[in-house]
């Protein structure tokens, strides 16, 4: 059975940095694993995934070049490295995790979420 729990969201300051993670049990090689997030009034959005296997990764346009997506050595636990956060960073972060999907989706397997606030 996947389970999925994530932490270190918080509020911070804009520019800031902050990594999310995600305790992943029932993952395996052959999955997929990561984030999306949903801002007040917006539908989900994907962010970023990585093979499990092989740590093949995708980003979203909007983050490429300030998250980056990590799993430790022992394939126990997914990152969300966040920096220099701007305001509308501002949103729930879901872990995700599939066996069946692209690395953007679609994923069966939602964590419950981690509120990120960056104050402006």
């Not at 993670?21 to 989900?44: H, L, T, V």
């Not at 879901?94 to 104050?119: F, I």
Request: glycine content about 10%; charged content about 15%.
């Amino acid at each position: 059975q996947v389970q999925l729990v994530e932490s270190g969201g918080g509020l911070v300051q804009t520019g800031a940095s902050l990594r999310l993670s995600c305790a992943a049990s029932g993952i395996f090689d052959g999955y997929n694993m990561g984030w999306f997030r949903q801002a007040p009034g917006k539908e989900r959005e994907f962010v970023a995934a990585i093979s499990w296997a092989v740590g093949v990764t995708a980003y979203s346009d909007v983050v490429k070049d300030r998250f980056t997506i990590a799993r430790n050595n022992a394939k126990t636990t997914l990152y969300l490295h966040m920096n220099s956060l701007k305001p509308e960073a501002r949103a729930v972060y879901y872990c995700v995790a599939d066996s069946a999907s692209g690395l953007r989706g679609p994923y069966r397997y939602w964590g419950q979420g981690t509120q990120v606030t960056v104050s402006s």
